[in-house]
């Protein structure tokens, strides 16, 4: 399974974070799957990247051209592809990959994931999203969206469109689960 995840891409945080992000990426190999990501090489991206490397799995980097500076993109991607925006970049991500999974980050992975839950509400695909939440910190997310259905702004189905999950094993059985189906 090619699977996108939508994570930092600074390195200004907690280490244990770091970890986790290449804890998924070695597991994602091991267990025979390719990234697909934004091809950052700091970060949550980078860490999920030296992960998956590290076990030997593929990479598929997506980076607008403007990103092409070093130090900025993660140098053994099996493949690099440029775009010229990022709204292009999303769009390549969203088609090459087979599911996604959102792993703590700032504003670019709140919109990115929040896309991909949109689309896929809207019917536009069926592909398996997951939330990585290492040391809860999607806890607030979670409650925020409980809110929403709560106030009528969301329908109840809609949290049912992705899975949250505190280890990456589990979240990788949900996965695979799903793609199965």
Sequence with gaps: MRICV?????NEIDPRYLSAGEALGRMMAQRGHSLVFGGGANGLMGAVARGVSDGGGEILGVAPSFFNVDGVLFQHCTEL???KTMRERKQTME???DAF???PGGIGTFEEFFEILTLKQLDQHRKPIAILNTLGYYDDLRQM???AVK??????NCLQL???FDAPDALLDYLEGAFTK
Excluded: N
């Design 151 to 156: 106030q009528g702004f969301l329908k109840e």
């Design 6 to 10: 939508y994570g930092a891409a600074s």
């Design 101 to 103: 999974i959102m792993t």
């Design 162 to 164: 992705f899975g949250t």
């Design 145 to 147: 969206l409980q809110t």
């Design 81 to 83: 592809r440029y775009t």
């Design 95 to 97: 088609q090459s990959a």
